[in-house]
């Protein structure tokens, strides 16, 4: 499964990297970086981030 996360919506807020902190995390920038593919275990933490993101930036692709 994949994740995409529109940049120009994402404020770097890190709520995701909270939620999901397997896919998502700040780097030492305070800029977010992910892993666009990811295992189904990990969807219902990839929601949670969709879920808690302020702006909602991040979207699942492909195949649900
Ligand atoms: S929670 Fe949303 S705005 Fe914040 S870093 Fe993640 S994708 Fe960007």
Redesign the pocket.
Known sequence: MKVW??RN?????????I?APNN?E?DSEGV?Q?EEEFPEAELEYIED?MD???????FLKGEQ
């Open positions: 996360v529109d919506l994402c404020e770097n807020h890190g709520q995701c990297a939620a998502f700040m977010l992910y981030a808690v993101c302020p702006v909602q930036a991040i």
